[in-house]
């Protein structure tokens, strides 16, 4: 069984420039969340989905974040305009029930701006 | 969402067994305890969950004494591969939403 993917592992941008991250979750799993860990600091909650559906997305930092998970499959999240406080590594996991089930983790993408 | 205090690092030698400690005084009913591990540049990996009691897998043990305020993870044998940071994490009440609560988790060291 394939795990949670991410692209890209890596990313480099500028301020002001947009970014999407992608993340594919284990197949057959409906539950896809968003975390973030920015410098320094312990990873945060973003959003989640199930199915195409936003679940909660009492994480999301503000309006410069846009998660979509079309036909509830891949999600993507995109940054746009990022700002230097963006920086961080962000983690994508899927989970196959709703509730008191293992979160899959993927290994995240770090985004650094510049 | 019920907050989770636990040591910031802990150092082992290998073979040795490991024991955790997670403080969560406002527990809610419905909730689960969960660990998680995690290494450098990776996501966390889920290791255990439990609810009361003990439950024990492959890789590890949870002890829950009975008011649920607290529980340890307990790695036997510990290896120089289990160094990595441990993820004390509360929730999944029915109220509580899905998300997961991080904290500051534990550093654990392994040494030779």
């Known amino acids: 069984e394939a795990g949670v993917t991410q692209f890209p592992s890596h990313s480099v941008i500028e301020k002001g420039q947009t970014v999407t991250l992608r993340c594919d979750p284990i197949?057959?799993?409906?539950?896809l969340y968003w975390y973030r860990r920015v410098m320094g600091k312990e990873i945060k909650f973003l959003l989640h989905?199930?199915?195409?559906?936003?679940?909660?997305e009492s994480g999301m930092p503000n309006n410069r974040f846009l998660a979509e998970r079309t036909g509830g499959t891949y999600s993507t999240l995109k940054v746009q305009p990022a700002e230097l406080e963006d920086s961080g590594v962000y983690f994508c996991?899927?989970?196959?029930?709703?509730?008191?089930?293992?979160?899959?983790f993927g290994p995240g993408t770090r985004l650094t701006v510049t | 969402l019920a907050k989770t205090t636990q040591p910031i690092s802990m150092d082992s030698y290998e073979g040795q067994e490991v024991n955790i400690t997670c403080s969560h005084n406002?527990?809610?009913?419905?909730?689960?305890i969960t660990w998680y591990q995690q290494f450098p540049s990776q996501g966390p990996r889920f290791i255990i969950q439990?609810?009361?009691t003990k439950v024990t897998n492959e890789v590890a043990s949870l002890f829950i004494p009975a008011d649920r305020k607290s529980s340890t993870l307990s790695l036997p044998r510990v290896s120089l591969s289990d160094t990595a940071v441990y993820y004390c994490?509360?929730?999944?009440?029915?109220?509580?939403?899905?998300?997961?609560?991080f904290g500051g988790g534990t550093r654990l060291m392994v040494k030779p």
């Open positions: 996991a899927s989970s196959r029930l709703r509730t008191a089930d293992e979160q899959y």
């Open positions: 197949s057959g799993h409906d539950n």
């Open positions: 989905f199930v199915k195409e559906s936003k679940q909660d």
């Open positions: 406002n527990i809610a009913t419905n909730d689960y």
């Open positions: 439990g609810y009361k």
């Open positions: 994490l509360v929730g999944w009440g029915s109220n509580a939403g899905n998300m997961l609560t």
